[in-house]
């Protein structure tokens, strides 16, 4: 049976170290809404939405009163937007009519955000897919909760350098769109190298092709119990470390797994995945670079950040994997900047650089995230950041990604405010040298060889 | 785990004071809900107790009972806290 002090453990790590699941997430396929006529599309997708969706929020909110753990986002996935657009959208106008109807369905059924605005574009642009992400500055600033992802690259295929120049714009016109408040729009904006098809988490999320019809998803979190846990090893060895994040990666999980569950029961929709993050917010204590700092770093980028954040990640998945049937999606640290206080101290103190938060994303998910970079870089160095990315995940066969915020008419050493998760963050100082000429070349970087790896 | 069981943990956390044992099992008699385990410690000056409870037979549901409970260990000056058992088990158990 039970006993007293497991239950209290329990319900420290939730009331004092920020334990929740960070999201349950939503499947649908939209690819039975696919029609040639642009209203009959919009109609359909926002009654499917609607209907499937219709109990999410009541049922989170439920399982969070059952076992009083905190579920802290509910949320939807759509099929990537430009392949059911296609046939009915001839212009970027016609998809953001589409992006209106995925916001105003998700206002419907009262889920935070909706992610799936998605072009996937790893080998080549349809002219839907073009259309589509040349909507995105438009649509992300006209809606609200709506989110947008693009893969342009992936291991199997090379990366779309096309689709990498044209994303650099977009990214840029997205700031312009939404300059009023700090350029918003683009923390709603991803783009990917080997997106997976079943992440749960925002702004990155979408109901991939080769999905089942509705599916729950769910993203767990719980950096602080991590550094809570670490606090009373401090000095140990690695193997009492490592041991040490495993055991609490697996209890975390295991929370996941019962709410994955309770979900996929009480809606009657099937469980996918569970999502092994350690998902860092704003909140003191709820931090991956405290982790990092914990382990032994003076701040997150310090030498020793890329081994130290190497095992963490790798631990988390040890401890994950057995504690949950099913494992996908991201599953890794996040080491976004905004929404990661300890984050956020390193870059205000210098120890923190936009080269070593690249050589950080080799070892761990997902990408450069959530970071502010001055708002008058030129389009290609966004785009030549984007391909440095791209390029990691393509040869290390692993998901990365890039949502950068060009913040318009702030520069380095100012803030950004984005409130609530999103959080703050510092702008960045970009390298200042050019890569125009390399970005303005046409066509792909072909797939890389599986074999000779060094 | 008995399948014809639907359990629930109490817990109670506050400061120290006469009947509060007594205040929740009467509730839960009340209402129908058999008291299976007691376990109570004294956690740095505070009151901690444990209670595994079967809400089988319950008049009410989970949810109006955590809140009634909830208002009840506000009147005594605790913090009351109802949760399905599964989330402990499932941490705690492989």
Known sequence: MINIWEVNETNKMIEQENLDVRTITLGISLLDCIDSDLQRLNDKIYQKITSVAAKLVETGEEIERNYCIPIVNKRISVTPIALVGQSACRSAEDFVTVARTLDRAAKAVGVNFIGGYSALVSKGMTAGDEYLIRSIPQALAETERVCSSVNVGSTKTGIDMDAVQLMGEIILKTAEYTKENDSLGCAKLVVFCNAPDDNPFMAGAFHGVTEADSIINVGVSGPGVVKKALEQVRGESFEVLCETIKKTAFKITRVGQLVAQEASRRLGIPFGIIDLSLAPTPAVGDSVAEILEEIGLEYAGAPGTTAALALLNDQVKKGGIMASSYVGGLSGAFIPVSEDQGMIDAVEAGALSLEKLEAMTCVCSVGLDMIAIPGEVPASTVSGIIADEMAIGMINQKTTAVRLIPVIGKNIGETVEFGGLLGHAPVMQVNRYGCEAFINRKGRIPAPVHSFKN | ?94
């Open chain 2, 1 to 94: 785990m008995e399948k014809n069981m639907d359990r629930t943990i109490i817990t109670v956390v506050g400061k120290d004071t006469v009947g509060i044992i007594a205040k929740v099992c009467t509730y839960l008699s009340e209402h129908h809900i058999n008291v299976l385990d007691i376990s109570q410690t004294i956690v740095q000056e505070f009151f901690n107790m444990m209670m595994i409870a079967d809400m089988k037979n319950s008049d009410k549901p989970f949810d109006q009972c955590a809140k009634d409970l909830e208002v009840l260990g506000e009147e005594i000056g605790v913090n009351i806290k109802c949760q399905r058992e599964e989330i402990f088990q499932r941490m705690h158990r492989i």
